[in-house]
């Protein structure tokens, strides 16, 4: 019958040691063969290394060892018992008892592990983080050299909304913040302006004042016309817009974008009233004069009660007309403008546009371009600016800013800001509006009502 080995290695045992015994792996017991467990349990049971020889030669085992593993099987046997008692407190302990005792063990772990895979969580996830949660005790085991640690591997729940905690971000946040809009500028661009920059203010003029009399045509050897006039100076005075906002030093400490986001929403504020004083500024408190103040107003002149139907655009067209004059009624002494734009409100820019016959047919006067914008070559411009019966019409290059100091951003303290951790950041543009006088008839300011009225035939 062929043989096999039961061999016992190294293991936890010092590595010069070696143990072999020839066994039959189909054997119960009883003479004629070995079984692995009792080859075990001779091993564990028995007091010395020759009794455990003594019994497995009764069962026809042949050996084959080293010279010191008589002394090397009994530390071992000894060792494996030893720690085995110190771990369960048990005398009567053998490795049966201790293997399957593990192989229980290991099946709960198995049990438990296909429960933690299932539920989304690997083992050795949880068991790092019970290595983790215990390390103080694993630590005090291994100076020690004894202890129990109790690793608990707990399944994960699943997750939903309910894990999000308030303002947790759901979803995408889009870049920017939604702003209340301004009306769009561009009362810049129609005007004219200066950067005079320190000392240029006041801004200062000098204009021609007429006296009497003008060129004539003269008899040989006659007496010529005489004429005159004087000069005098005038001025504007420059004003400041300004806007300020307090905010704590820890609010730019969280937010190190908050001092740009400040400057971006005064720039836009202070400009959109500046916007607003350029077209209708009457210089009272410390405000500056736009053009409104400065522009005549509108005359029908030689034009009065002559339109049948008047509308807006008839009185438009007549405002036009007055500017290229300049003055209400034609003057070979007096030469006119070029009208550059047409400032009306959205809704009377609207209305002009859905203005129709009796039979609901639109209508296009023959001085209106096809989409409204223009009449007699002059673009008309909508803005939140002016109210719905206004207008203002002429060449509005010849209205000034003078821009003393640009829109600069100060930080300062104001009182007790500086012991409370606070701040102002201020924003401030320095200028002056200005229309010389002679060119004041340049620029036409109405009302549709007034005009429409004055123009309409009777």
Same mark, same amino acid.
């Given at each position: /019958?062929?043989?096999?080995?039961?061999?016992?290695?190294?293991?936890?045992?010092?590595?010069?040691?070696?143990?072999?015994?020839?066994?039959?792996?189909?054997?119960?017991?009883?003479?004629?063969?070995?079984?692995?467990?009792?080859?075990?349990?001779?091993?564990?049971?028995?007091?010395?290394?020759?009794?455990?020889?003594?019994?497995?030669?009764?069962?026809?085992?042949?050996?084959?060892?080293?010279?010191?593993?008589?002394?090397?099987?009994?530390?071992?046997?000894?060792?494996?018992?030893?720690?085995?008692?110190?771990?369960?407190?048990?005398?009567?302990?053998?490795?049966?008892?201790?293997?399957?005792?593990?192989?229980?063990?290991?099946?709960?772990?198995?049990?438990? %592990?296909?429960?933690?895979?299932?539920?989304?969580?690997?083992?050795?996830?949880?068991?790092?983080? %019970?290595?983790?949660?215990?390390?103080?005790?694993?630590?005090?085991?291994?100076?020690?050299?004894?202890?129990?640690?109790?690793?608990?591997?707990?399944?994960?729940?699943?997750?939903?909304?309910?894990?999000?905690?308030?303002?947790?971000?759901?979803?995408?946040?889009?870049? &920017?913040?939604?702003?209340?809009?301004?009306?769009?500028?561009?009362?810049?661009?129609?005007?004219?302006?200066?950067?005079?920059?320190?000392?240029?203010?006041?801004?200062?003029?000098?204009?021609?004042?007429?006296?009497?009399?003008?060129?004539?045509?003269?008899?040989?050897?006659?007496?010529?016309?005489?004429?005159?006039?004087?000069?005098?100076?005038?001025?504007?005075?420059?004003?400041?817009?300004?806007?300020?906002?307090?905010?704590?030093? %820890?609010?730019?400490?969280?937010?190190? /974008?908050?001092?740009?986001?400040?400057?971006?929403?005064?720039?836009?504020?202070?400009?959109?009233?500046?916007?607003?004083?350029?077209?209708?500024?009457?210089?009272?408190?410390?405000?500056?004069? &736009? /053009?409104?103040?400065?522009?005549?107003?509108?005359?029908?002149?030689?034009?009065?009660?002559?339109?049948?139907?008047?509308?807006?655009?008839?009185?438009?067209?007549?405002?036009? &007309?007055?500017?290229?004059?300049?003055?209400?009624?034609?003057?070979?002494?007096? &030469?006119?403008?070029?009208?550059?734009?047409?400032?009306?409100?959205?809704?009377?820019?609207?209305?002009?546009?859905?203005?129709?016959?009796?039979?609901?047919?639109?209508?296009?006067?023959?001085?209106?371009?096809?989409?409204?914008?223009?009449?007699?070559?002059?673009?008309?411009?909508?803005?939140?600016?002016?109210?719905?019966?206004?207008?203002?019409?002429?060449?509005?290059?010849?209205?000034?800013?003078?821009?003393?100091?640009?829109?600069?951003?100060?930080?300062?303290?104001?009182?007790?800001?500086?012991?409370?951790?606070?701040?102002?950041?201020?924003?401030?543009l320095y200028g002056v509006g200005r229309m010389k006088f002679n060119e004041r008839p340049a620029?036409?300011?109405?009302?549709?009502?007034?005009?429409?009225?004055?123009?309409?035939?009777?």
């Amino acid at each position: /019958m062929k043989k096999n080995y039961l061999t016992f290695g190294p293991g936890s045992a010092p590595a010069s040691m070696f143990f072999r015994a020839k066994f039959d792996p189909k054997s119960e017991g009883g003479s004629g063969g070995v079984s692995e467990k009792e080859a075990i349990n001779a091993l564990i049971e028995s007091k010395s290394q020759k009794a455990a020889e003594d019994f497995l030669k009764t069962k026809g085992v042949d050996f084959i060892k080293s010279d010191a593993i008589a002394t090397e099987i009994k530390s071992i046997a000894q060792g494996i018992v030893d720690g085995l008692k110190v771990k369960h407190g048990d005398e009567d302990v053998t490795l049966e008892t201790a293997v399957k005792s593990i192989q229980t063990h290991l099946d709960e772990l198995s049990t438990k %592990q296909k429960e933690i895979e299932s539920k989304g969580q690997s083992v050795m996830v949880a068991l790092k983080k %019970q290595f983790d949660a215990q390390s103080t005790s694993l630590k005090s085991i291994h100076d020690s050299g004894n202890g129990v640690v109790r690793l608990d591997l707990k399944a994960a729940t699943v997750m939903g909304l309910g894990n999000f905690g308030t303002n947790v971000v759901l979803g995408y946040r889009e870049p &920017g913040i939604d702003k209340k809009p301004l009306p769009q500028r561009f009362i810049f661009d129609l005007i004219s302006v200066m950067n005079g920059g320190p000392g240029s203010n006041p801004l200062t003029w000098l204009e021609m004042v007429p006296k009497e009399g003008s060129p004539a045509w003269t008899a040989e050897s006659a007496l010529k016309q005489n004429m005159d006039w004087t000069y005098k100076e005038n001025k504007a005075t420059a004003e400041v817009i300004a806007v300020h906002v307090p905010i704590t030093k %820890q609010t730019l400490l969280n937010w190190p /974008m908050f001092e740009q986001e400040v400057n971006v929403e005064l720039a836009r504020q202070l400009y959109n009233k500046l916007d607003k004083s350029i077209i209708s500024g009457d210089g009272t408190n410390n405000t500056i004069y &736009g /053009m409104e103040y400065y522009a005549i107003p509108f005359s029908a002149g030689n034009l009065a009660g002559t339109v049948i139907k008047a509308n807006v655009a008839d009185a438009i067209r007549a405002a036009i &007309g007055q500017v290229r004059k300049g003055a209400p009624v034609a003057n070979e002494q007096i &030469g006119g403008y070029a009208p550059t734009a047409v400032i009306v409100s959205e809704d009377t820019a609207t209305s002009m546009d859905l203005e129709k016959t009796s039979e609901g047919v639109y209508v296009l006067p023959p001085f209106k371009s096809e989409n409204g914008t223009i009449i007699k070559g002059v673009p008309v411009i909508p803005t939140n600016f002016v109210d719905d019966d206004e207008f203002i019409a002429g060449d509005l290059t010849r209205y000034l800013f003078n821009i003393v100091q640009g829109l600069v951003f100060d930080v300062g303290y104001i009182n007790d800001q500086f012991i409370k951790n606070q701040l102002t950041i201020r924003a401030e543009l320095y200028g002056v509006g200005r229309m010389k006088f002679n060119e004041r008839p340049a620029i036409v300011k109405g009302k549709f009502s007034t005009a429409i009225a004055a123009l309409t035939k009777a």
